[in-house]
């Protein structure tokens, strides 16, 4: 893409993806208004978005009031380890995989 022509962003789908990020970032969860300062996010604006990713699936908010990510993004990432993934990108996703299980993360 020439320096000319920028590619057209959607802000709130910007937006959405670093709260995710920021959700993701806390394996036992964390509150609204700590999710809006690390996602740099207005505390409402948050508030909308947590609403409507835990709407869709993506996040779930425990009773203790903090936020974790919901079933749709394990659910996505099943589905995209089930497609067959191009010839050229499966050394870096067995390296992904391997660098999981000595850090002994989830991939």
């Given amino acids: 893409m020439s320096e000319s022509r920028k590619p057209t962003l959607i802000a709130s789908v910007q937006r959405a993806l670093h709260l995710m990020e ?7 969860g964390a509150p609204a208004k700590q999710l809006a300062r690390e996602a740099r996010l207005p505390l ?3 508030y909308h978005l947590l609403r409507t990713l835990a709407h869709e699936g993506y996040a779930t908010r425990l009773p203790d009031g903090v936020w974790v990510l919901g079933e749709r993004v394990e659910t996505l990432y099943e589905q995209g380890r ?3 993934l ?11 995989d391997a660098a999981g299980a000595v850090a002994g993360g989830p991939r």
């Fill in 82 to 84: 089930a497609q067959r």
């Fill in 22 to 28: 920021a959700v993701a970032s806390h394996p036992g």
């Fill in 86 to 96: 191009p010839a050229r990108l499966r050394p870096a996703v067995a390296v992904t």
């Fill in 44 to 46: 409402a604006t948050t």
